[in-house]
């Protein structure tokens, strides 16, 4: 680890910048080719929690539902021989205990509603842009200096633009839980990127390249630190909880996202950084 840090704030920090670019745009290729499937809070869709009268797995339950009611979008999770099944669209209850009622016996039943309508996520999205461009004018502000706010805020787009492509690439809705852990994921890449900034450019102990080494050193353990919790809460939930389909969502969007977050502030804004600092003659 030590030589890895060693190598990427000493030796060969600009053409590094190239890596997050270019998982940047492809993401975004996925995103826009694949798209993002929206989680049942915000299109809506049914929710049922079953007993299974006879062992069956997520699969087998997932293909007798969706056969039968020729819905596609069906997921389940299984925790002893109770099952919580999420159909995307309304399903008639009554239906569903006539098809089913040799396999499953209904424990509860409910529809459920979009909780973010089209108008608030376009409300989403503003909020987002002006807490960018908040955020460039405050580092701005503090530095006085464009450059550190323009590589904060590209920082930023990456490190979220990987987190989403991401969630396309491994099947995670969109929902209330993963718009969540996308707001956390904004907030600590912002953290990593002023302490990255502030230990380059307002302290004057050691040269640029032992600031940067050590800034780096600090910043990668408190995120591999971050991450390791959140892996540990990922596997618990899966073999023990299943049923915490909210936490599973958060915590695998924070595991992605705090990968993406070393790359975009270790690799991208420490080589952006860097490169303008000694373009100017700091040291």
Known sequence: MVDVITYITRKSHKPLILIPVLLMILS?????????????????????????????SEVEVNNIISGELGIHDVKTSISGNTAIVTISGDVDQALFTQKFSD?????????????????????????????FVFMAITVF??????????A????AVCNLSIAVGSMSLFGI??????????LMLIGYGVDTDILLTTRL????????????????????????????????????VKLFIPSAQVLEDISAVLIMGLLSDLLSTWLMNLGI??????????N
Not at 275 to 281: A, I, K, N, P, Q
């Open 152 to 155: 904060i805020i590209l920082s």
């Open 103 to 131: 396999k499953f016996n209904i424990l509860s039943f409910r529809s459920v509603g979009a909780l973010l309508s089209d108008a608030a996520m376009e409300q989403i999205v503003y909020a987002l842009l002006f807490a």
């Open 28 to 56: 975004l290729l996925y995103l826009g080719i694949f798209g993002l499937n929206e989680g049942i809070d915000l299109k809506g869709g049914t929710l049922a929690t079953l007993e299974l009268k006879e062992p069956m």
């Open 201 to 236: 450019l307002k302290r004057t102990d050691g040269d640029l390249d032992d600031r940067a080494e050590g800034a780096c050193k600090t910043g990668v353990t408190l995120t591999i630190s971050a991450l390791a919790s959140m892996i540990v809460l990922f596997i618990v």
């Open 173 to 182: 809705p969109l929902s209330v839980a993963s718009v969540g852990a996308l």
């Open 141 to 150: 502000y503090v530095f006085r200096d464009p450059v550190p706010s323009l």
């Open 273 to 282: 950084l860097k490169w303008h600092m000694e373009r100017g003659g700091h």
